[in-house]
């Protein structure tokens, strides 16, 4: 069927064709394989391609004629012309390619990594894919010497772990994988040798030279982060007013904390939190648990009738051995989201592993980590089930081309960043969904109060340290402070927060301007509001901005 709106059909096409030539690590995660051989081009002259590249794609943009666009079109066209914007914001500012040695560490290791993870062709293709990769690392990391001459010490020491991480998977892990998959390649051995030699001298520089230029320029800056707000998640609040929301519901939850604490036999809340540690599996049942709270989590949303599930197989296995000792120096997630493209019969969810010939006080430590609430509502409902796990399914069915990628899990963030408050909003709203029908229990129904408190803190560290108003270490302290936060995870946490501006944001958001949007449609239709229909609706829309869909679903 023709499109009515060629032109801009025609100039979509343009769009992602230069997306994906620039982004071929991103192109790999997505299902997109005709860059696999490629990382990314930081020189002088790859960035001046693709800098052009996207000045002419915006300008050509603002010049169409118009033409019937539909709603989906609609989206993608706001949607393309803020990512642009973004876009060369950033590859003018220190944020990038300029300033953070992690994006040349990250793009390295990952661009192999993604062929490794999933089987989306066969062995022999992805391991030819791996060695062009491999060999090409040391012009990356070379690239990166070259661009980043000063760094925050964060950053630096973040990329200073990526390395090692990238030299534990391939040394070891590599020989591992070859052994577990009866593969003896020379060519494989010796690019690998390349790479990690390409590692070695890049986590040198960071450790002598760039260690040595440290810079505290965390902060994007208002102006900045408010076009992160506008034109990336289409708020039509500015970073002041999501300050000032924020507060308010982190005092909130903070007051319900500390009123309900005492009905679990505890002086304060986080006394009453730590309870939830004492609730685990045993060794035996560790596995088998995932499963069963799947299964449970399934079974309850279709009582319920929440919404249409679909048929999106998810297989919960133990982290592969090739992966284990790389993966804790990595952002190697448990959950990747399925790439959405690639037609795989199944997603496999990483489960940290746990083995019966560790000491006891380690077998102990894990399972109090990965304790039944943790299991339930991070590893199941958010990520693995009805939150990410569905969200994504029904994405990749969208009639938004942007729609149905943006929220796809890449090197270090999303590939989109518009598809951050649906991601993380509908996940984060989940939780909450899945406690309306009784599938928490009342310390886990306790424990969303600090989910929420910790939503809160999150976007008021992400405005105050990109605004100027936070240092990095008063946002550490910050979530110490009102989180509870442990010292590691809240260094982990801010680190996170000043690498992506505006993303933190989008939990306490796009959580909230689902419910918000519940709400309206519940009182404007009265007894026909039907909440399987709004969710499957809501859905349907793909990963694109909340706001955008609360504008279309109001119409």
Same mark, same amino acid.
């Given at each position: 069927?023709?499109s009515?709106?060629?032109?801009?059909?025609a100039w979509?096409?343009?769009?992602f064709?230069?997306?994906?030539?620039?982004?071929?690590?991103?192109?790999?995660f997505i299902?997109v394989h005709?860059y696999?051989?490629r990382?990314p =081009?930081?020189s002088?002259?790859?960035? =001046?391609?693709?800098v052009?590249e996207?000045e002419?794609?915006?300008?050509?943009?603002?010049?169409?004629?118009q033409?019937?666009?539909t709603e989906?079109?609609?989206?993608?066209?706001?949607?393309?012309?803020g990512?642009?914007?973004?876009?060369?914001?950033?590859?003018?500012?220190?944020h990038f390619?300029l300033?953070?040695?992690?994006?040349?560490?990250?793009?390295a290791?990952?661009?192999?990594l993604?062929?490794?993870?999933?089987a989306?062709?066969p062995?022999e293709?992805r391991?030819?894919?791996?060695?062009?990769?491999?060999n090409?690392i040391?012009?990356?990391l070379?690239q990166?010497?070259a661009?980043?001459?000063?760094?925050p010490?964060a950053?630096?020491?973040r990329?200073?772990?990526?390395?090692?991480g990238?030299?534990?998977f391939?040394g070891?892990g590599?020989?591992?994988?070859?052994?577990d998959?009866?593969?003896?390649?020379?060519?494989l051995?010796n690019?690998?040798d390349?790479?990690s030699a390409?590692?070695?001298?890049?986590q040198?520089y960071?450790?002598?030279?760039l260690?040595?230029?440290p810079t505290?320029?965390?902060?994007?800056?208002?102006?900045?982060?408010?076009l992160?707000?506008?034109q990336?998640?289409?708020?039509?609040?500015?970073a002041s007013e999501v300050?000032i929301?924020?507060?308010d519901?982190?005092?909130g939850?903070?007051?319900?904390?500390?009123?309900?604490?005492?009905?679990?036999?505890?002086?304060?809340?986080?006394?009453?939190?730590?309870?939830?540690?004492?609730?685990?599996?045993?060794?035996e049942?560790? +596995?088998?648990?995932?499963w069963?709270?799947?299964e449970?989590?399934?079974?309850?949303?279709?009582?319920h009738?929440l919404l249409?599930?679909p048929?999106?197989?998810i297989?919960?296995?133990?982290?592969?051995?090739w992966?284990?000792?790389?993966? $804790?120096?990595l952002?190697f997630?448990?959950?990747?989201?399925?790439p959405?493209?690639d $037609?795989?019969?199944?997603?496999?969810?990483l489960?940290p592993p746990? =083995?019966k010939d560790? $000491?006891?006080?380690t077998q102990e430590?894990?399972? *109090?980590?990965?304790?039944d609430?943790v299991?339930?509502?991070n590893?199941?409902?958010h990520?693995g089930?009805?939150g990410?796990?569905?969200?994504n399914?029904?994405?990749?069915?969208?009639?938004s *081309?942007?729609?149905?990628i943006?929220?796809?899990d890449c090197?270090s963030?999303?590939a989109?960043?518009c598809?951050?408050?649906?991601?993380?909003?509908?996940?984060? +709203?989940?939780?909450g969904?899945m406690?309306?029908?009784g599938?928490?229990?009342?310390l886990?129904h306790y424990?969303?109060?600090?989910?929420?408190?910790?939503?809160?803190a999150r976007a008021i560290?992400?405005v105050?340290l990109?605004?100027?108003?936070?240092?990095?270490d008063?946002?550490?302290?910050f +979530?110490r402070?009102?989180?509870a936060?442990?010292e590691?995870?809240?260094?982990?946490?801010?680190?996170?927060?000043?690498?992506f501006p505006?993303?933190?944001?989008?939990?306490?958001?796009?959580?909230?301007?689902?419910?918000?949007?519940?709400?309206?449609l519940s009182?404007?239709?009265?007894?026909a509001?039907n909440?399987?229909q709004?969710?499957d609706?809501?859905?349907? +829309?793909?990963?694109?901005?909340?706001?955008?869909?609360?504008?279309?679903?109001k119409r």
């Amino acid at each position: 069927m023709e499109s009515s709106a060629p032109q801009f059909a025609a100039w979509l096409d343009e769009f992602f064709a230069s997306y994906y030539r620039h982004r071929p690590v991103n192109a790999t995660f997505i299902g997109v394989h005709n860059y696999d051989h490629r990382l990314p =081009d930081f020189s002088p002259q790859g960035v =001046d391609e693709c800098v052009a590249e996207m000045e002419a794609l915006l300008k050509t943009l603002r010049t169409l004629p118009q033409e019937p666009l539909t709603e989906a079109q609609s989206m993608d066209r706001k949607l393309a012309e803020g990512f642009l914007e973004i876009q060369l914001w950033e590859y003018g500012s220190s944020h990038f390619h300029l300033g953070n040695p992690s994006l040349y560490t990250g793009e390295a290791i990952f661009g192999v990594l993604s062929l490794f993870r999933r089987a989306f062709a066969p062995l022999e293709q992805r391991l030819e894919a791996a060695i062009d990769r491999m060999n090409a690392i040391p012009s990356l990391l070379n690239q990166g010497k070259a661009n980043v001459r000063q760094a925050p010490p964060a950053w630096t020491e973040r990329a200073t772990r990526e390395c090692t991480g990238a030299l534990a998977f391939l040394g070891d892990g590599l020989e591992i994988f070859m052994r577990d998959n009866g593969v003896d390649s020379k060519s494989l051995r010796n690019a690998a040798d390349t790479a990690s030699a390409a590692f070695r001298d890049f986590q040198c520089y960071l450790e002598t030279e760039l260690r040595r230029r440290p810079t505290e320029e965390y902060a994007c800056g208002g102006e900045a982060f408010n076009l992160m707000l506008r034109q990336g998640h289409f708020l039509d609040m500015d970073a002041s007013e999501v300050e000032i929301y924020a507060w308010d519901q982190l005092k909130g939850s903070e007051a319900k904390l500390e009123a309900y604490a005492g009905d679990f036999g505890a002086s304060d809340w986080r006394s009453a939190l730590a309870q939830l540690a004492d609730h685990q599996p045993s060794v035996e049942r560790y +596995y088998p648990r995932h499963w069963e709270l799947w299964e449970a989590c399934r079974a309850a949303a279709e009582e319920h009738e929440l919404l249409t599930w679909p048929d999106c197989p998810i297989e919960f296995v133990p982290r592969p051995s090739w992966a284990r000792g790389a993966a $804790p120096h990595l952002y190697f997630l448990p959950y990747h989201s399925a790439p959405a493209f690639d $037609p795989l019969p199944a997603v496999d969810y990483l489960v940290p592993p746990i =083995d019966k010939d560790m $000491p006891p006080e380690t077998q102990e430590r894990l399972l *109090r980590a990965t304790n039944d609430s943790v299991i339930k509502l991070n590893h199941v409902v958010h990520h693995g089930s009805i939150g990410h796990h569905v969200q994504n399914w029904y994405a990749y069915k969208a009639q938004s *081309r942007i729609g149905q990628i943006a929220a796809v899990d890449c090197a270090s963030r999303l590939a989109l960043f518009c598809g951050s408050t649906m991601a993380e909003g509908w996940a984060t +709203y989940t939780t909450g969904l899945m406690d309306e029908v009784g599938f928490l229990t009342s310390l886990e129904h306790y424990s969303l109060h600090h989910a929420r408190l910790r939503a809160s803190a999150r976007a008021i560290v992400d405005v105050n340290l990109h605004t100027g108003k936070f240092s990095f270490d008063e946002a550490e302290a910050f +979530y110490r402070d009102y989180v509870a936060m442990s010292e590691k995870a809240s260094y982990a946490e801010v680190v996170k927060n000043s690498m992506f501006p505006g993303a933190a944001v989008m939990y306490l958001m796009g959580s909230d301007m689902i419910r918000r949007l519940r709400e309206e449609l519940s009182t404007k239709q009265g007894a026909a509001f039907n909440l399987k229909q709004f969710h499957d609706r809501f859905l349907s +829309y793909g990963s694109v901005p909340v706001s955008l869909i609360r504008e279309a679903m109001k119409r």
